[in-house]
């Protein structure tokens, strides 16, 4: 009988040491995101202005709403069009360039330190940065381009309806680069180089490497670098903002931008809240869909 009572004294104790490790990030957890989450889908069911006492429970007409809403498929498009644009941009670029820094025998650290020093800066900074840039009289850009004789290219490129949209992609890929490439270079020095070695013997090129020892060698990091474009590419909201708020003619909406303002410009907070919840659906589904595809290949 005292073994037994000492075996749950111990067993006790050590539930009470996991206890005191575990229950403070789940409160903090549950403060911080649970509970927060479980506020906005509640509100995603009512009619609120933000301000009124009152709140009219409305089920699901915001959800069906939001199927009929112009603006937000549009900007739900954009979204889409961004995360497209963004893959183009980042994956192979990123580790092309990775793997030119790694070669570089004298200012690697210079170099790593210049390319990630955009990931450092806030988006405001880089948002107002880059407006400036853009700039269609005084802009950096048209600028360099009057200069080398290419002046027709010269055009007002946050103001078009074509040009808006892939120059806020520019701007949101140079801000993450930094980080994207510090990924991919510590992928690289996991890399048995003696693969490389091996390869040189059997007579194989530049590309042939790349393609056969350096990006299946980099699997994993490829998968984290996807996934991060996925969940910045659905949120992207302080650069737009800052930059274009939207416009023009609602050709730089997206959803983060729109649910914004129809929540806090148009006091349709219910509307808003539903609208942020299908994007958060739409980014994980994206995230699960992608990571489902990628473990059934492996």
């Given at each position: 009988?005292?073994?037994?009572?000492?075996?749950?004294?111990?067993?006790?104790?050590?539930?009470?040491?996991?206890?005191?490790?575990?229950?403070?990030?789940?409160?903090?957890?549950?403060?911080?995101?649970?509970?927060?989450?479980?506020?906005?889908?509640?509100?995603?069911?009512?009619?609120?202005?933000?301000?009124?006492?009152?709140?009219?429970?409305?089920g699901l007409d915001n959800y069906a709403?939001?199927?009929?809403?112009?603006?937000?498929?549009?900007?739900?498009?954009?979204?889409?069009?961004?995360?497209?644009?963004?893959?183009?941009?980042?994956?192979?670029?990123?580790?092309?360039?990775?793997?030119?820094?790694?070669?570089?025998?004298?200012?690697?650290?210079?170099?790593?330190?210049?390319?990630?020093?955009?990931?450092?800066?806030?988006?405001?900074?880089?948002?107002?940065?880059?407006?400036?840039?853009?700039?269609?009289?005084?802009?950096?850009?048209?600028?360099?381009?009057?200069?080398?004789?290419?002046?027709?290219?010269?055009?007002?490129?946050?103001?078009?309806?074509?040009?808006?949209?892939?120059?806020?992609?520019?701007?949101?890929?140079?801000?993450?680069?930094?980080?994207?490439?510090?990924?991919?270079?510590?992928?690289?020095?996991?890399?048995?180089?003696?693969?490389?070695?091996?390869?040189?013997?059997?007579?194989?090129?530049?590309?042939?490497?790349?393609?056969?020892?350096?990006?299946?060698?980099?699997?994993?990091?490829?998968?984290?670098?996807?996934?991060?474009?996925?969940?910045?590419?659905?949120?992207?909201?302080?650069?737009?903002?800052?930059?274009?708020?939207?416009?023009?003619?609602?050709?730089?909406?997206?959803?983060?931008?729109?649910?914004?303002?129809?929540?806090?410009?148009?006091?349709?907070?219910?509307?808003?809240?539903?609208?942020?919840?299908v994007l958060g659906i739409i980014v994980?589904?994206?995230?699960?869909?992608?990571?489902?595809?990628?473990?059934?290949?492996?």
């Amino acid at each position: 009988m005292e073994t037994a009572s000492m075996g749950k004294t111990r067993m006790l104790r050590r539930w009470l040491v996991i206890a005191s490790f575990i229950l403070p990030a789940f409160i903090l957890y549950g403060m911080f995101l649970l509970w927060p989450v479980g506020q906005a889908i509640q509100l995603s069911f009512f009619h609120w202005d933000g301000s009124s006492p009152q709140m009219e429970f409305i089920g699901l007409d915001n959800y069906a709403n939001l199927a009929k809403d112009a603006i937000f498929i549009k900007g739900l498009i954009h979204n889409v069009i961004w995360l497209v644009l963004s893959l183009l941009l980042v994956v192979i670029p990123t580790l092309a360039l990775s793997l030119l820094i790694s070669k570089v025998r004298k200012g690697r650290m210079f170099f790593r330190a210049a390319f990630y020093l955009p990931s450092v800066l806030s988006l405001a900074v880089i948002g107002v940065l880059w407006t400036k840039i853009y700039d269609p009289n005084a802009g950096l850009l048209n600028e360099f381009l009057r200069d080398i004789g290419l002046g027709g290219l010269a055009r007002n490129w946050l103001g078009e309806p074509l040009t808006v949209l892939p120059a806020l992609v520019v701007v949101s890929t140079w801000a993450f680069y930094g980080l994207y490439m510090i990924l991919y270079l510590a992928g690289l020095q996991n890399i048995d180089y003696s693969i490389y070695e091996a390869a040189d013997i059997d007579g194989a090129g530049p590309l042939r490497k790349f393609w056969s020892i350096t990006v299946p060698s980099l699997r994993n990091t490829l998968n984290i670098v996807i996934s991060m474009v996925i969940i910045y590419s659905f949120k992207g909201f302080a650069l737009v903002w800052i930059m274009t708020q939207g416009g023009p003619f609602y050709m730089s909406e997206i959803v983060p931008t729109y649910v914004y303002k129809a929540a806090f410009s148009m006091n349709k907070v219910g509307y808003g809240t539903a609208g942020s919840l299908v994007l958060g659906i739409i980014v994980m589904g994206c995230t699960v869909l992608f990571n489902y595809y990628r473990e059934k290949r492996e």
